[in-house]
């Protein structure tokens, strides 16, 4: 079955770009079927999502973040991506990616998340 | 945004009660609307989708109702390993949101 898993740098200093990388396995990103998501959750805080990609590039970002975030996709390598620029100490979280499948009802759905990576932003 | 409010937000129980958690919605978002249980320190997992549809795997003492703006999770017989934070998330519209999360405890 689908797994992800983030990795990334888990100290980030403020102004810099934040920078993670989701790998998928047991299922192909060019497939087609699936949505790819980054979703994030402040410490002791709820959730927030980030943004999607489709394998084709096609992206939908959270209007609150979205001129700091870019999503990407490596299909060869079967992994996508996020950078968050200008972090500031409102961006520690900890970092998720996340499959939702592509139909009508679930689209939007996460059923597969990674395990998660801790990011801090500090000097 | 959707915005979503959960009730109540802990709640305190023993094992075998049975558990109900709203959600509201801001507006209409017919059964567009998933539950998902996060133990600490773990990624979320998604319990129900579309309002009353168990996902694969998830214990039938689960369940979901509602449409419209106002959801319930049932836990119908609480057990040890159900104590966690339970979160609704919305996905009729853009930007999916998440309820703030509602924690079960053991009393």
């Known amino acids: 079955q689908v797994q992800l898993q983030e990795s990334g740098p888990g100290l980030v200093k403020p102004s810099q770009t934040l920078s993670l990388t989701c790998t998928v396995s047991?299922?192909?990103?060019?497939?087609?079927?699936?949505?790819w998501s980054w979703i994030r959750q402040h410490p002791g805080k709820g959730l927030e999502w980030i943004g999607y990609?489709?394998?084709?590039?096609?992206?939908y970002y959270n209007p609150s973040l979205k001129s700091l975030v870019t999503i990407s996709v490596d299909t060869s390598k079967n992994q996508f991506s996020l950078k968050l620029s200008s972090v500031t100490a409102a961006d520690t979280a900890v970092y998720y990616c996340?499959?939702?499948?592509?139909?009508?009802?679930?689209?939007?759905?996460?059923?597969?998340w990674g395990q998660g990576t801790m990011v801090t932003v500090s000097s | 945004d959707i915005q979503l409010t959960q009730s109540p937000s802990f709640l305190s129980a023993s094992v075998g009660d049975r558990v109900t958690i709203t959600c509201r919605a801001s507006?209409?978002?017919?059964?567009?609307l998933a539950w998902y249980q996060q133990k600490p320190g773990k990624a979320p997992k998604l319990l129900i989708y579309?309002?009353?549809t168990l996902q694969s795997g998830v214990p039938s003492r689960f369940s979901g109702s509602g449409s419209g703006t106002e959801f319930t999770l049932t836990i119908s017989s609480l057990q040890p390993e159900d104590f966690a934070t339970y979160y609704c998330?919305?996905?009729?519209?853009?930007?999916?949101?998440f309820g703030p999360g509602t924690k079960v405890e053991i009393k």
């Open positions: 996340a499959r939702s499948a592509k139909t009508t009802v679930t689209t939007g759905v996460f059923d597969i």
């Open positions: 047991g299922g192909s990103i060019s497939s087609g079927d699936s949505y």
């Open positions: 990609i489709y394998y084709s590039g096609f992206t």
């Open positions: 507006r209409g978002i017919s059964s567009y």
């Open positions: 579309a309002a009353s």
């Open positions: 998330q919305q996905l009729t519209s853009y930007p999916f949101t």
